[in-house]
């Protein structure tokens, strides 16, 4: 089952879902808005290979905004940090963004349970478009959950934002 | 309501929910980790803009997805249940390198259990492997008393194109 808004601001006042900044206006029916983060992560490879540390370049966005262009693809994240011990959160983008014909995730939405990050976006646009610190970009829906709970114990735990891929990493020990 | 990871190593061991073959390491906290199949099919367009597919073996040394195009795939898992519905996405590690994996479609019916068809679309060129580690399937409890998927794309165990006529 998915909260409502008045389960979302209970659970966030029981301390069983932390958003940080919190601001209750920002709370909608069924889901809490979330701004963009300053910083953007652009990757500088030609060929994106899973199997390798992928060379990137990190900026911030500047005062007059960053001019997305289509077929760009950068890492940005959520200016709050978000998790929960109890419920699982789901990241989507918000439909006045999404008209903009930005997507805000390329195909990750679900969160995994004890996870307390700021959410790295996957932004890849197929208009123009311009992307400003602070703007309200993505929202977060919680889920109660069947069976026995075991934390989050994987490898983004930095609260520094946006996390670059980590998946080279599993290739040590990783057949695959 | 969505299963934990024990919820989930539970439900495989007595059958309610097939994923196979199994690794409990490859549970998550609320998903399991799935692989990618061993072949992809590429669409060719040709100038009457009709599209046919060619399906080829992902070599050892990977197979480069051009940037914008779409591709098609699958699990190498079988995946599915006759109680819970799935969810099928790729892993946060994949999307964070630029790679869709599912185009808008994720949501996999209560009763469908086979090898998932998946649309691959790469924001830059991409590498894939074969049996790489791509997406995390959910599994979501159904409200009611549920009537189980018969449709046409639940009998498939390759790469499926869309049974729409262009």
Known sequence: MILSKAEILYGYNEGKIAIDPFDEERLTTNSYDLSLGRRLLKYTEEVIDPRKENAFETFDIPKEGYMMQPGEFLLAHTEEVIGSDFFVPLIHGRSGVARLGLFIHVTAD???????????????????????????????????????????????????????????????TDEA | MILTKHKIQEEVSNGTIRISPFDPASLNPNSYNYRLGPTLKV?????????????????????????????????????????????????????????????SANLGHTGAIHKWTLELVAAKPFLVYPLMTIGQVSFWVNSKRTDSYHGYYGSFDIPTESAHRQ
């Open chain 2, 43 to 103: 669409a060719r367009t040709r100038g009457d803009d009709s599209v046919s597919f060619e399906e080829i073996r992902i070599p050892r040394e990977g197979y480069l997805l051009a940037p914008a195009k779409m591709y098609l795939a699958s699990t190498f898992e079988t995946i599915g249940s006759s109680v819970y519905a799935v969810s099928l996405v790729g892993r946060s590690s994949i999307g964070r390198l630029g790679l869709f994996v599912q185009c």
């Open chain 1, 110 to 172: 679900l969160f995994d349970i004890g996870a307390h990050l700021r959410s790295t976006l996957q932004l890849y646009a197929t208009l123009p478009v311009k992307l400003r610190a602070g703007m309200p970009i993505a929202q977060v829906s919680f889920w109660t959950v069947e069976g026995e709970i075991e934390l989050y114990n994987g490898k983004y735990k930095s609260k520094e934002a946006p996390i670059p891929s980590l998946i080279y990493r599993d290739y040590d």
